[in-house]
């Protein structure tokens, strides 16, 4: 479970991205965060893996405060969740496997991992990893030569290995095209089902948020302004949460 | 400065780039300096060819008689002994300077270290070793180990860390990060993550760098000879006091094809990691 309690952040240029957060997320929900460019969606999503620090408030993991945390703890906390780009970060030259495997590195001493070596149960487990994501053919061959849909399957099954509770996805489908966006959606889907792996993403397209998660929190200039079921979201709550209607590049329209 | 005035009104103002006053004034002063640099009037190209003539064919005069068999003699028998000898230095201290620069490179690189008081120290060790002239480097290593393949291994280790270190952290600021921000993400360490994110990226150009230092690293090996260190430099220092001008260009011809076997090397190597 997570619970952010009056979480602010207020950036070294003095921009403040986050004013008073009062959150709770439950394990196993599949949560979109909505909210025009700039309303702190990132900021709120970073905070959770530590990618970014907090300045003000609490914020609980599984009950702990995390706010203080560093180190090996931060590490161990890090381990624990999975985090998925808009522009996939993989290493282009890598093949998919070691790309897939990496997702285990901080499982094992530095010393170790420095000679690239991982015992053979983690290997399966990266297989079976890209085999949910249905991509196990690719999986000897080089990361670049992968088209995008397929290269953001890549980067979720490197989160799959590291068994981790929670995935954090910030914009995951925002470079993808409308067929290989539907695709990719439907894997974290699966992913929350029969993993039951807690999905928190920061969604660009708003029917696909309403779509896919049970949750949608909108988040305008730094504050929750709507937390509640997709079903309850309405054109007046969408209005609230964007300060306008919805431009034609906010939905996907199937 | 240039201005842009828009249809709207407004005035835009392009601020002029500093950088073109600098040069400018760089440019004033190498050119003005460059007025009092002396340059030889008697080296003509006349006087060039009998001077090559002498490198390339075997010397005939009061002082020496030789053969075209003694010349080829001595480019397959002789020089390639001292060349192994050079190789085998050079080779010693790529690895080993190369190897103690890439954890220097990564302390010194902004984008993985933010910090400055982290990047700045390393970063000053690094320029300091470079400023360091190879034959001081040498000369200093001779004086502590003696005239030994150890202080050409030493003085090549030094030189080839200063030429390694920057390039590498050079590299390494113009990498993709982003890999970087996703295995910290995934608990990660610093060092984890060069290995598996950053490593990747930079290991052929890395493989490429640690050929060029080879290459640089043979060809600087001539001056060994003259801090009593057996190399390569001992025929061509031989070659300058008897005034056999022949020994000396046997050694250009076989470092000729040894750096074009290298230069082939180099190449296929990197279509190979690309």
């Known amino acids: 479970m997570i619970r952010f309690v009056d979480v602010k952040k207020t950036y070294l240029n003095g921009v403040q991205a986050l004013k008073g957060i009062n959150l709770e997320i439950h394990d196993g929900e599949f949560v979109a965060i909505i909210g025009l460019s700039g309303a702190g969606k990132s900021t709120l999503l970073r905070s959770i893996n530590k990618m970014i620090d907090i300045t003000e408030g609490e914020l609980y993991i599984d009950d702990v ?10 590490r161990m906390l890090r381990r624990s969740i999975g985090m998925i780009f808009q522009s996939f970060n ?25 000679i690239g070596r991982f015992p053979a149960q983690e290997k399966i487990l990266a297989l079976e990893s890209l085999e949910a994501m249905g991509i196990l ?14 290269q953001q399957r890549v980067a979720l099954a490197r989160a799959l290995t590291q ?27 699966k992913i929350n089902k029969e993993f039951g792996i807690t999905i928190i993403a920061n969604m660009h397209h708003v029917d696909l948020a309403l779509k896919y998660a049970n949750r949608i929190i909108g988040v305008k200039d730094g504050l929750v302004v709507f937390d509640g ?12 949460i964007y300060g306008r209607t919805l431009k034609h590049d906010e939905v996907l329209g199937e | 400065m240039t201005r842009f005035t828009l249809t709207s009104g407004k005035v835009i103002v392009k601020p002029f780039n500093k950088i073109w006053i600098v040069l400018f004034v760089i440019l004033i002063i190498v050119v003005v300096l460059g007025q009092y640099i002396y340059f030889p009037e008697y080296l003509t190209l006349a006087e060039i060819w009998p ?19 003694d010349y080829f003699n001595y480019i397959f028998t002789i020089i390639p002994y001292y060349l192994l000898k050079t190789i085998k230095m050079s080779i010693g201290g790529t690895v080993i300077g190369s190897a103690i620069a890439l954890p220097f490179s990564v302390l010194a690189a902004k984008n993985v270290f933010k910090n400055k008081w982290i990047t700045s120290p390393f970063r000053f060790i690094m320029n300091i070793i470079r400023t360091i002239p190879a034959a001081v480097m040498v000369i200093v290593a001779v004086f502590i180990v003696g005239t030994g393949n150890l202080a050409g291994i030493i003085g090549f280790s030094l030189f080839s860390f200063g030429i390694m270190a920057k390039m590498l952290y050079e590299v390494i600021e113009t990498s993709d990060m982003n890999s970087f921000e996703a295995l910290e993400s995934t608990g990660a360490n610093k060092t984890q993550a060069f290995r598996y994110a950053l490593l990747p990226q930079i290991f052929p150009i890395f493989i490429s760098y640690l050929i060029y230092v080879f290459e640089i690293n043979i060809r600087a090996s001539a001056l060994l000879a003259f801090v009593g260190v057996e190399s390569i430099g001992s025929i061509i220092q031989v070659g300058l006091d008897g005034g056999d001008f022949d020994y000396i260009g046997g050694v250009v011809i076989v470092l000729t094809f040894v750096i074009i076997i290298i230069q082939l090397f180099s190449n296929w190597i990197r279509g190979k990691l690309q």
């Open chain 1, 137 to 150: 053919d690719k999986a000897f061959a080089r990361a670049d030569q992968l088209s995008g849909g397929q």
């Open chain 1, 65 to 74: 405060e995390i706010s203080s945390i560093k180190g090996k703890e931060l």
């Open chain 1, 163 to 189: 068994q981790p509770k929670l995935i954090l996805a910030d914009e995951p489908v925002a470079s993808l095209d409308p067929i290989t966006t539907i695709q990719v959606m439907d894997d974290f889907a």
């Open chain 2, 51 to 69: 001077f090559l003539k002498k490198m390339f064919s075997p010397r005939n005069d009061i002082f020496g008689h030789r053969t075209w068999g």
């Open chain 1, 229 to 240: 079921k997709s079903t309850d979201i309405t054109e007046d709550i969408l209005v609230n």
């Open chain 1, 90 to 114: 993989l290493v282009r030259r890598m093949s998919v496997f070691n790309n897939v495997i990496s997702g285990r590195v901080a499982y094992h001493s530095t010393f170790k991992t420095l």
